[in-house]
């Protein structure tokens, strides 16, 4: 029940907006993960509902920037936003949505691909 996209093929140097959308549930934790090819998934950063970071990698900081939308009235529409730029090599990946529900489950997008050529 999370919907990503704004992955896609992008120059070095460039920027892209990658957003993730949930329609069911609001979710305490939203957040992004990357997998590069042959590494190990990690965590990029993450943000509460009430919209403060609550985790965001140290060597990603300056280039990328995580925020949320919080449903309006009594809606269950959330989304969390990566705003990454100054794109290199080392970004490609694929990007994961990430959310912990109230109950403590967690829940994944099917990921949307960034691919950064030089």
């Known amino acids: 029940q999370l919907v990503e996209s704004g992955g896609g093929l992008v120059q070095a140097g460039g920027s892209l907006r990658l957003s993730c959308t949930a329609s069911?549930?609001?979710?305490?934790?939203m957040g992004w993960y990357r997998q590069a090819p042959g590494k190990q998934r990690e965590l990029v950063a993450d943000?509460?509902?009430?919209?403060?970071?609550?985790?965001?990698?140290?060597?990603l900081k300056g280039r990328f920037t995580i925020s949320r939308d919080n449903p309006k009235n009594s809606g269950y529409l959330n989304s969390v936003y990566l705003e990454v730029n100054g794109l290199n090599s080392e970004d490609t990946a694929v990007y994961y949505c990430?959310?912990?529900?109230?109950?403590?489950?967690?829940?994944w997008g099917q990921g949307t691909q960034v691919t950064v050529s030089s």
């Open positions: 943000i509460t509902r009430d919209g403060v970071t609550n985790y965001f990698a140290e060597h």
């Open positions: 990430h959310g912990i529900a109230p109950w403590g489950d967690d829940h």
């Open positions: 069911h549930t609001v979710f305490v934790i």
